[in-house]
């Protein structure tokens, strides 16, 4: 079993986010986390957990003191496995020296850093806050408090990348002390602050350069956007194995048993009922459709036997997967979602 938990708090709303998160609600600080340790309590079912996520929003908006509450509660009412990988986002100008020691000291094993750019015109046209100067301090501070599991995400299809930037942004990443990078083409989502203001998608993906590139940089591509230099992240792989997973948190979403429970999203409904949960049930056309999505788009692949053995045939056939171990794995996580839509 896997954890995630959410941080809905952000200083600033990026301009392609439209994520479970809220600007100047700080004051709600204290109470929210009272609720999160009664959401944490109530979601205890003795499971082993080999994973925790911490992902927003920001988490790193929160204090250390916030994170003492929430790993004491963490501890005492979860059993954790003894290489449980425990994750934070982080922004990089958020960063403290006090902040990393702590977490490092409480347990936590990883830290994921929006970076999404290393110039300045396109973390200003994606409306983040940090610089090129945040990116490099925030790196140094983590690796002085001893995590050696370290991760980046970088945002490129924007209208002022091209392969030249591109080629600099990634010889820049690959001088970092990561093992782990997350690229995600962007997508100019419904209702954020880009769309609002007219920006469209590019009409030409720049993916494949970007893979071609980073591979140059021993960065191995195990999911459509993950990229690993000697590290996979648990969290993801279990995920993507269609694995069952608890979540809590202002816009948490678990499933358990062909079940997902979704928690309040309204922030201050959260504080009020932590336990509440809406309840979907999933139904077996549901669960085949996630399951071969999911798995084609990883390293994970699919059960055989949950696919058409005619279809599976003209695939391999047409070099765009193999079978191995009764498993159908896709030779290019791009094409995953129309090899999925055309396998249903």
């Known amino acids: ?3 995630y938990i959410h941080i809905p708090f952000c200083t600033s709303r990026c301009g392609y986010c439209t994520f479970n998160s809220f600007e100047n609600k700080d004051y709600l600080q204290d109470a929210y986390v009272s609720a999160l340790l009664a959401d944490l309590k109530a979601q205890d079912d ?10 927003g929003g920001t988490p790193n908006t929160l204090q250390e003191s916030h994170y003492e509450k929430i790993f004491t509660c963490i501890f005492e009412h979860f059993s954790i496995h003894k290489d449980c990988e425990i994750t934070l986002e982080s922004n990089p100008n958020l960063i403290t020296p006090s902040w990393c020691n702590t977490l490092k000291n409480l347990g936590a094993t990883r830290l994921s850093f929006g970076v999404q750019s290393f110039f300045e015109d396109k973390l200003n046209f994606l409306q983040r806050e940090h610089s090129k100067k945040d990116i490099y301090y925030a790196l140094e ?6 995590f050696e599991n370290l991760s980046i995400d970088l945002i490129y299809d924007t209208l002022l990348d091209s392969k030249k930037r591109l080629i600099e942004e990634i010889t820049l990443a690959a001088k970092l002390p990561i093992n782990h990078l997350s690229a995600y ?7 954020s602050k880009l769309q609002k203001q007219g920006i469209k998608e590019i009409s030409q993906s720049f993916s494949e350069f970007l893979r071609e590139k980073l591979l140059l940089h021993d960065f191995l591509q195990y999911e459509v956007s993950n990229y690993s230099r000697g590290y996979e992240v648990k969290h993801n792989l279990a995920y993507w194995d ?13 499933k358990k048993n062909h079940q997902r429970f979704y928690t309040h999203n309204h922030l201050e409904s959260y504080i009020k009922n932590p336990t509440f949960r809406k309840i979907e049930n999933l139904e077996k056309k549901d669960i085949l459709l996630e399951k071969i999505f999911l798995g084609l788009r990883s390293k994970i692949g699919v059960d ?4 058409n053995p005619e ?3 003209i695939l391999t056939q047409n070099h765009k997967g193999y079978i191995k171990n009764d498993r159908f794995f896709a030779l290019d996580y791009f094409l995953a979602d129309e ?5 249903l």
């Open 339 to 343: 090899i999925a839509l055309w396998l």
């Open 311 to 313: 279809k599976l045939a």
């Open 1 to 3: 079993m896997i954890l």
């Open 185 to 191: 083409s962007l997508t100019i989502e419904k209702e």
């Open 141 to 146: 501070v983590a690796c002085n408090a001893g």
């Open 304 to 307: 055989t036997k949950l696919l």
């Open 242 to 254: 269609y694995q069952d997973y608890i979540g809590c948190g202002c816009g948490g979403v678990g």
């Open 46 to 55: 003795h499971s082993l957990i080999s994973s925790i996520y911490f992902g």
